[in-house]
């Protein structure tokens, strides 16, 4: 069983819907990042939380520690959101402070 | 904003040889991290690095593997002798140390996507 799930695995979504995409972990963690990897390749970091819940622009990420949850939400989806995101955890009792990673979420936003 | 950078974007390489990607951190960050990308799956841990030093590395970081700062501004995997299955993404990454350093947040660079043929 992978130590961190994501779901859904693929979604498509109509320009202006609210998506959320989940992640569930099942060791202790120090940390959870949300990553954006965009079709090139290239993964930018677009949270990191170890409680409670942020927001930066469209986006809001919440975790839940005793529930090992964590949500990502786009409000007012776009086209340009199109990319695989990914939630990864930093455990904590590793001391070079590794992420381990989930499988990704492919979304697909269409005008 | 500063940003990580890696060369070259793309390496195509015979299988059996070596080679090294490179990786220029933030600059002041201290922290160092090489993870890859097999094709189709999910980004896995290889190496960390701090104080010109291995921190921590992965059963994926065997004997053909090393990394090193051979200087103040980069940061470098060489892989010795290369297997058709490291045909894969590598992506450095770095962190600056603060307070909390173990919470501050990572920044990737683009990849370096490696052929091995």
């Known amino acids: 069983k992978n130590e961190v799930e994501q779901s859904p695995q693929n979604l498509t979504a109509q320009e202006g819907e609210f998506i959320t995409i989940n992640c569930s972990y099942s060791v202790g963690i120090s940390a959870l990042h949300w990553l954006q990897q965009h079709p090139g390749g290239g993964i930018v970091s677009l949270f990191m939380?170890?409680?409670g819940k942020k927001k930066h622009g469209r986006l809001i990420a919440t975790i839940n520690i005793q529930e090992k949850h964590s949500s990502l939400h786009i409000t007012a989806s776009h086209p340009r959101d199109s990319a695989v995101y990914i939630c990864a955890v930093r455990r904590v009792e590793t001391s070079g402070s590794r992420l381990t990673f989930g499988e990704g979420t492919q979304l697909t936003v269409n005008p | 904003e500063p940003e990580v950078t890696q060369t070259p974007s793309h390496q195509v390489t015979q299988m059996g040889q070596e080679v090294i990607l490179r990786c220029v951190p933030i600059s002041n960050h201290l922290y160092f991290y090489w993870y890859r990308q097999i094709l189709g799956q999910k980004v896995e841990f290889l190496v960390s690095?701090?104080?010109?030093?291995?921190?921590?590395k992965s059963e994926i970081f065997d004997d053909q593997f090393s990394v090193e700062r051979p200087d103040g501004s980069n940061f470098t995997l060489k892989i010795r002798s290369t297997k058709l299955e490291d045909s894969a993404m590598y992506f450095c990454?770095?962190?600056?140390?603060?307070?909390?350093?173990?919470?501050?947040?990572?920044?990737f660079g683009n990849g370096t996507r490696l052929t091995v043929t």
């Open positions: 990454a770095s962190r600056k140390l603060g307070q909390r350093s173990y919470n501050s947040p990572l920044h």
């Open positions: 939380l170890s409680s």
């Open positions: 690095f701090y104080n010109n030093e291995i921190s921590e």
